[in-house]
């Protein structure tokens, strides 16, 4: 599915929270601990060491991330997010019993802000951060009547950084529906990535305690 219809339907569905009635007492009563999980698509890109930009669109994309309240406004947590792709064509080659997968990950400890405590715009937040990342390389063999297993598996390790818009739509006092769009930028600099960086749109779900 295009990623472009993914962005229309998660700005539609941004367009319907903000637009509903909130119930305010519920969001003015943040709870001092959270655990969010979400799940997206989004496109990432690689720099590698043979001077090649490769761009990939429409990987799947993981996260979890812990929270715990420092006041009314700011939230520190430690978060991991995921993107993977993986395809059998490699420039217009087709694979022969193998696949290709690329992926990106991050574990970050960051600072999130919520500007208001009340009202329609209660649920709106921003996030940023840094920690480490790894991008890893894999030729996965694919044989018929097999389960797929993880291949030939080659992980560089480096820095990396975050940064997240979201907004959370309280369904219960101890549960949310949001979304978030978020941007990672990975410091690779190893034997097959410099650089890397991927983008997401996602639906999330937040469990306060």
């Known amino acids: 599915m295009d990623s472009r219809y993914h962005m229309a339907l998660i700005a539609a569905a941004l367009a319907f ?4 009635p909130a119930p305010a007492k519920a969001q003015q009563q943040r709870s001092p601990w959270m655990i969010n999980v979400g799940i997206g698509v989004g496109r990432g890109e ?6 090649g930009r490769r761009t990939y669109r429409d990987g799947a994309v993981p996260q979890i991330r812990f929270g715990r309240m420092l006041s009314s406004h700011l939230m520190v947590g430690l978060a991991y997010q995921g993107w993977v792709v993986e395809f ?5 080659t ?3 019993d193998a696949k290709l997968r690329r992926s990106l990950q991050n574990l970050t400890l960051g600072l999130a802000w919520f500007p208001a405590s009340d009202g329609s715009l209660s649920g709106l ?13 894999a030729i996965v063999p694919v044989v018929e009547g097999e389960p797929q297993g993880h291949g030939d598996r080659v992980d560089d ?14 369904i219960s006092r101890s549960a949310a529906l949001g979304l978030i769009v978020s941007y990672n930028y990975l410091d690779i600099q190893g034997d097959i990535v410099r650089t890397a960086w991927f983008s997401s749109a996602n639906f999330t779900l937040t469990l306060f305690f």
């Open 94 to 96: 087709q694979l022969v």
């Open 46 to 51: 690689f720099e590698d060491v043979d001077d």
């Open 125 to 137: 937040y921003v996030r940023g951060g840094g920690g480490v990342g790894w991008a890893g390389t």
């Open 88 to 92: 059998d064509r490699l420039g217009g």
């Open 17 to 20: 929270f903000l637009s509903g």
């Open 157 to 170: 390790h480096g820095i990396s950084y975050m940064a997240e818009a979201g907004y959370e739509f309280r």
